[in-house]
């Protein structure tokens, strides 16, 4: 053990946009023509928060958890998996304080949907939606988020000692 009670993580997460599937960030199903390709619902938010609290405990990351090789984790809940990543800290003797997420998308406008996925992490996490930043923002139509092929999360955890 270290001589500090907290502990800092970052995680950062991409999934391509296509046809057919649902948009799902922070738990909350977005409306939009098209949805985020991967294994589980591809919560690519729900993804960079998980790595961003598994990072803060030094215990790996959610590819390592949850390996997409496995068929068990082929369309899961991003969410379940957030709260099964929440249960591994606590098991290492780690709760967290607050997180603060960035979504990168060019389309949908995420705004509206904010309060909804700030109070589902909240709830996830066990902390008080006052502590859960949630920011979307475009890139200018630049690189794959720009041109609508993408979505990326950037987050950032802070965890301390239970
Ligand atoms: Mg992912």
Known sequence: MGKCDFRVGFGFDVHRLVE????????VKIPHELGLLGHSDADVA??????????AAALRDIGY???DSDPAYKGADSMVLLAEVCSKLRMAGWEPVNVDITI????????????????????????????????ATTTEGLGFTGRREGIA???VALICRI
């Open 20 to 27: 057919g599937r649902d948009l799902w960030l922070c738990g």
């Open 46 to 55: 729900a993804h960079a928060l998980s790595d961003a609290l598994l990072g």
């Open 65 to 67: 958890h949850f390996p």
């Open 104 to 135: 990168s998308a060019e389309r949908p406008k995420l705004s509206p949907h904010i309060p909804a996925m700030q109070a589902r992490i909240a709830e996830v996490l066990g902390i008080e939606p006052d502590c859960v930043g949630l920011k």
């Open 153 to 155: 999360a950037q987050a």
